[in-house]
């Protein structure tokens, strides 16, 4: 069940027609459905930021915990070696316990201070916590915004669209497979939405670039589908040259001198009368 070419090209208009309205109606509401996706993929950012900023914190109240552990237990070495101080059997015992109370009273400042950064770093991580709270929350109010004003464009033209989605794969159902295939990817390249165009004023009605008469007469005859060698789109028929509008202006001017020859014509008649 072989469709010829003219068949085909005839089919491809009809479903280009209706892309086309799809398309006219997908841009009324603009960029707003964009824009919303942006806003939403913003706020993911956001709140993804605000989960590591708490991580962050967990982490450093964390080594604090391990920190401050770590000076209770210096501190009671320390307790430990000066109780063995008190019973040393000389000197040397004496200089080397004093030696390791030394270093664990070094240990436990190192620890202190280190706890205090962290303390420090927990602080600039709450203020970035709070302008960042402040950036989600404007974000919201402006999504809210954006997505009421696209709820009202969808619910005005969803209706129009559902039609036209519907006229669209009855008319998709008529064009084979690899034909379809084909004139989706197209569309889909092109801003205008526009894969299947007619020639008009002997150019490419996509592009606008010039169509050779040698080609026009060839889509005209509809034997093979034709693309345009510049934009690539299928070129499905030729619009007959309008007449140009030079000769319509001489017309009138025939007309008028006609008439008044008529009217000199009448006027004379009734003056031989
Ligand atoms: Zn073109």
Redesign the pocket.
């Known amino acids: 069940m072989e469709q010829s070419i003219e068949k085909k090209l005839n089919n491809l208009l009809k479903l280009q027609i209706i892309d086309s309205n799809i398309f006219d109606i997908k841009k009324v509401r603009g960029a707003l459905p964009e824009e919303v996706q942006d806003l939403e993929d913003e706020l993911i950012g956001y709140n993804t930021r605000l989960d590591k900023y708490n991580e962050k914190i967990t982490n450093l109240n964390q080594d604090i915990d391990d920190l401050k552990n770590k000076v209770s237990e210096a501190k009671k070495l320390i307790k430990k070696y000066k109780d063995q101080q008190m019973n040393v059997r000389n000197n040397r015992e004496f200089d080397a316990i004093s030696k390791e109370i030394e270093l664990q009273e070094l240990d436990s400042k190192l620890f202190i201070k280190k706890s205090g950064e962290n303390e420090i770093k927990i602080e600039a991580i709450k203020v970035d916590i709070k302008s960042t709270k402040k950036i989600i929350k404007e974000t919201t109010v402006v999504l809210k915004a954006k997505k009421n004003d696209l709820n009202l464009l969808s619910a005005e033209s969803q209706g129009e669209e559902d039609k036209l989605l519907k006229e669209k794969i009855k008319a998709a159902k008529r064009i084979e497979s690899s034909l379809l295939l084909g004139y989706e990817k197209l569309v889909e390249r092109q801003r205008n939405g526009l894969a299947v165009?007619k020639v008009k004023r002997s150019a490419?009605?996509?592009?606008?670039?010039i169509v050779p008469p040698q080609r026009q007469t060839e889509i005209k005859e509809k034997k093979k589908i034709i693309l345009?060698?510049?934009?690539?789109?299928i070129?499905a028929d030729v619009i007959a040259e309008e007449i140009p509008t030079k000769t319509p202006v001489k017309r009138t001017k025939r007309t008028s001198m006609k008439v008044t020859k008529k009217v000199t014509k009448k006027v004379t008649k009734k003056a031989s009368k």
Do not use: D, K
């Not at 490419?204 to 670039?209: A, D, E, K, W």
């Not at 345009?228 to 789109?233: A, K, L, Q, T």
């Open positions: 165009v490419c009605g996509g592009c606008f670039n345009c060698e510049y934009c690539g789109r070129l």
